[in-house]
């Protein structure tokens, strides 16, 4: 299994800090995030990225605005309500259309890191649901 310091070589954007308690909330596990991109008057996009330890995953959750994954690190999983998960690998791009129930986060063996892109934050923001139930987890 990696480790943080063996990811850290792997990645291309720093780790950035362990997300903030406001955030932290909606994730099983711990979660790092850096602040690539913030919206501004001129840009509607916030582009983070985002490094979960093994096992971290975060809610259930939906976005008015879309949301794509850009994975460039270690192994995870994404779902949308009431299809099967999807294993990622780096390199691969998940396009989530708006209001689209789903989660993602590290497989149970391997660190995961992704850029979060936002589509259309003035769209409004995510909408936090319900945790992924380590049942649900344990299953893939």
Not at 32 to 61: A, M
Not at 114 to 120: C, R, V
Request: hydrophobic share 35%.
């Amino acid at each position: 299994m990696a480790n943080e310091k063996d990811l850290s070589k792997s990645v291309i954007f720093p780790i950035g800090e362990k997300a903030p308690e406001a955030f932290a909330k909606y994730f099983i596990g711990t979660s790092y995030l850096n602040l690539l991109v913030v919206p501004s008057d001129n840009l509607k996009q916030l582009i983070g990225n985002v490094t979960f330890e093994p096992g971290c995953r975060n809610n259930w959750h939906s976005h008015p605005g879309g949301q794509i994954l850009l994975v460039t690190g270690g192994r995870g999983w994404y779902q949308e309500e009431g299809k099967p998960a999807q294993e990622l690998h780096p390199g691969d791009v998940v396009e989530i259309s708006p209001n689209v129930k789903h989660w993602h986060g590290a497989a149970a063996d391997s660190w995961f890191v992704h850029l979060a892109i936002e589509g259309d934050v003035s769209a409004g923001p995510a909408e936090w649901m319900e945790p992924v139930t380590d049942e649900e987890y344990n299953k893939l």
